[in-house]
């Protein structure tokens, strides 16, 4: 590793480390033997980068993220139409990355960037894809995978094994059951499970533990059964939904999303 990451104010960096001089190390980061920082790499202060870790170039990654050995951060897409045009990957802060967890970069047709946001659990042999979008407080289980252009917002939790097909959206406290095969659109609050996924109720014991009081809950589980029990065509469903919305906000997040779905919804 060059001089420029090994002073006092740069943590430790173990002699094995092959740092790119063009790369911007934050304050108190510590990277550990053997791992790879490539050129056009930024890492934030306090983070934490074990053995083996593989960081391409483009990659921007915030303050205070612990990546564990063997995981890949930032490499080329797994895309075809991909011949080297420049793209990004940024991760914010305060993530846990286990091991042999694979962020790809973006692609041009994509925007040209992959997003990860904030304080999220990403396990061992998690796959996020280019071009996705990851929220806030999501918890990725083992072996998670989300295919390209994948959208997940904030307070997810997806079982282990999950597999989210292109271009779908899963929705804000979502909560896939372990194998899970998504191949629509997730609203937020519905907890889904099999092959292919299909709903199950509303996470209902995710939200308490986020704070939500027995009425929202209550507003949302009646959102629910409007759009999945009430055997009301879809075009019905959104125009009840809309008059409960007035005064609920909880439901005027599920009806936002049902409107900006672009692969229809899992039924």
Known sequence: APDLVRSEEHGMIHPTALVDPGARIGSNVSIGPFSI?????????????GSHVVIGSNTRIGRDNRIWQFASIGAAPQDKKFHGERSRLEIGDRNVIREFVTFNRGT???GGLTRIGNDNWLM?????AHDCTVGNNTIFSNAASLAGHVSVDDWVILGGFTLVHQFCQVGSHAFTAMGAIINRDVPPYVTVAGSFAEPKGINSEGLRRRGYSNDRIMAIKRAY???YTSG???AEA??????????????KLLLDFIERSQRSLVR
């Open 37 to 49: 920082i490539e050129a056009d790499v930024e890492v934030g202060d306090g983070t934490s980068i």
């Open 108 to 110: 041009e047709d994509g």
């Open 124 to 128: 061992a042999y998690v796959h996020i």
């Open 225 to 227: 059964r409007t759009l």
């Open 232 to 234: 009301l065509p879809l």
């Open 238 to 251: 959104r125009s009840e939904l809309a008059r409960a919305a007035e005064g609920a906000p909880d439901v």
